[in-house]
């Protein structure tokens, strides 16, 4: 199974939302492309909407950007698995390099994200990635390593987890698009370490619809985690078939 999804960051209103979730609502209509899964995480604000418009037996899982590690509690501007939970999401990205650098996430806090979303029975998202000079000193694969034995520290059961391998240098808006040549070692190590154990092994980072079979061609990749060349409905559905027609 291919994992195929998008995150929209802080973008989309509520109307913007509901014309993609329509679209994708009609896309799925007869069921998923066979052998994907796919995914979308709105903003908050659009969590409810979009589960809504989804319904109950949608194929689509929907997650939240983030949640914190404690089930309540005088956490302003945060909030909970058990409310992203209720809210409808079944998934929770974790990690991101944003998140790290802006919000002072760090491996504890990332390892006690995935463990309350574990414990609640959603899916743990995890990101991970190296920056340019990390890439460029040949160190990438012991980093990734480094940040994934964190995260799963004191996890028993990893069945449920997606990794999300998202170099720092190729993500964002200039970000340098990623060869096979740059992300093989990197998935082989995952791969031998986490690929019968985890759900998916996933690549985001500038992936657009002229790269996405040839990454997927990568051995260890199951999946794209896709930026903003998902974030149009047309441009998501067009990543869905690719990924199909590569199963």
Known sequence: MLWVGTSWKMNKTLAEATDFTNGLLDA????????VQPFIIPPATALTTVRAILGPDSPV?????????????????????????D????LVEIGHSERR????????TV????????????????????PAEVFASGGSVAHIMA??????????????????????????EHG?????DDIVAVFAALDAEYGDRVEAILYGGSVNQGNAAETLGVDGVTG?????????????????RIAAATV
């Open 224 to 240: 794209l985690f896709v930026g903003r060349s998902a974030w149009q409905i047309d441009g998501y559905l067009d990543l869905l």
């Open 111 to 130: 390892n006690l994200k995935v463990k309350a979303t574990l414990r609640h029975g959603l899916r743990p998202l995890l990101c991970v990635g190296e």
């Open 61 to 85: 899982e929907v997650g939240v950007q983030n949640a914190h590690w404690e089930d309540a509690g005088a956490w302003t501007g945060e909030i909970s698995v058990p409310q992203a939970a």
């Open 87 to 90: 809210a409808g999401a079944s």
């Open 147 to 172: 940040q994934v034995a964190a995260a799963l520290e004191g996890v028993d059961d990893v069945g449920r987890v997606l990794i999300a391998y998202e170099p720092i240098w190729a993500i964002g």
């Open 28 to 35: 799925v209509a007869g069921g998923a492309p066979a052998g």
């Open 101 to 108: 650098e802006f919000f002072a996430e760090t491996d504890q």
């Open 176 to 180: 340098r698009e990623a060869g096979p």
